[in-house]
């Protein structure tokens, strides 16, 4: 099994550049399946792709395991990867280190096409695992990148990734403090309800919104949803099934059309005019299609001597 052995030799630029070319096959089958567990949830995602083959991903989500004594991963599971000719498993990795890199490089790419060319302040809202890979990632790929902000809830772990960093990275007292002003905003949290607020959005900004997997939760409230130009990673996985569209859909405060591209249009656009104030939200909802495509990659980095 590939694990988190493998961390060494995968990098951001290359993750968003797998993930790139693998919106340039065709669209993905896919099928999802969310049922509660114990003190949590079972997700299940599998994906076909013509040319890469297909693969399933299962993991549980229990979001008070890092709080347990000792700590525990909130996110733990398999993927297998199968071959398309054959149909035989040529691979199992492990889930957490999949999901990490798979969803941040999900945001980046996003980001490569809609977020600001000229971003210098970010804001980080979240302080687990995600929250950290997604603050390495942007300040890698964003190199004009100098006022960095991150709150979360327990003020003491976001003082422990700013201090695990090599920039200077401020700790905002609130939510709001880190998001006014910044240029490209990104949210990886398990919030069921609204952090970010429209109003707080300076024009021009992006805003990544990570987290809030399940259907009833959400990150950005309706004032964001219904002022910003939208953008999904896959249309198919997002629209019904996560709060962030679902629940502003189902209010008739937006509606589908309102979606202006997922990232096989951006991909095959290779790129977007946006305007000198407009905001941009994108929803990153994962998707087992981005694991296949993660999943090769991380085989390849493997056999590499």
Request: charged share 20%; glycine share 10%.
């Amino acid at each position: 099994m590939l694990g988190p052995e493998l961390t060494d030799q995968l990098n951001w630029a290359d993750a968003v550049e797998v993930l790139r070319k693998g919106h340039r096959f065709p669209r993905a089958a896919i099928s999802d399946m969310l049922i509660p567990m114990a003190d949590g949830e079972l997700l299940t995602r599998s994906a076909a792709i013509p040319g890469l083959g297909a693969g399933t991903k299962s993991v549980t989500i229990r979001p008070d395991n890092p709080a347990l004594s000792p700590p525990a991963p909130s996110v733990q599971g398999l993927f297998t990867l199968f071959d398309e000719d054959l149909g035989h498993p040529v691979g199992l990795i492990d889930g957490a280190l999949l999901t990490f890199w798979k969803t941040v490089a999900d945001s980046l790419l996003g980001a490569s096409y809609l977020a600001p060319n000229d971003a210098k302040a970010l804001a980080v809202i979240g302080t687990g695992p995600i929250a950290r890979g997604l603050l390495e990632g942007y300040l890698t790929l964003f190199p004009k990148l100098k006022d960095i902000r991150i709150w979360g809830r327990t003020q003491e772990r976001a003082q422990a990734i700013a201090n695990e960093t090599t920039f200077t990275v401020a700790v905002c007292d609130s939510a709001e403090d880190a998001v006014r002003g910044a240029d490209i905003v990104t949210s990886a949290t398990a919030s069921s309800s609204p952090i970010i607020k429209g109003n707080w959005v300076k024009p021009g900004a992006h805003i990544d919104l990570v987290g809030a997997h399940g259907p009833n939760m959400r990150e950005g409230d309706d004032g964001l949803m219904s002022s910003a130009s939208l953008f999904v990673d896959s249309r198919e996985t997002v629209l019904e099934h996560i709060g962030e569209l679902r629940i502003p859909i189902a209010k008739h405060v937006i509606s589908p059309a309102d979606v202006r591209g997922d990232l096989y249009d951006l991909v095959t656009a290779d790129s977007h005019q946006r305007g000198e104030d407009e905001i941009t939200v994108f929803k990153n909802g994962g998707g087992a299609h981005l694991d296949l495509m993660m999943a090769w990659y991380c085989l390849e980095r493997a056999k590499k001597p």
